[in-house]
């Protein structure tokens, strides 16, 4: 996941702008539910680097 979340935030951002322009309710619910989305990849994307760096201080450690 090279942007953690980045494109969708941004898509859904645009959905959800796009819908209360149009009045379109379900493209505003779309929208939020894209961003929701962006910001889940961008918390598992943390989350996978801070395992990652553990993982790795225990390895310098135990050399």
Known sequence: ???KG???KMKGK???MG???MGDRDK???GKGDQAKGE?????GDM???AQDAQE???RRDS
């Open 1 to 3: 996941m090279a942007d």
């Open 6 to 8: 980045g494109m969708d």
């Open 14 to 16: 645009a959905k959800e």
């Open 19 to 21: 819908g209360k322009v």
């Open 28 to 30: 505003q619910a779309e």
């Open 40 to 44: 889940v990849k961008k918390a598992m």
């Open 48 to 50: 996978r680097d801070r």
């Open 57 to 59: 201080k225990l390895k």
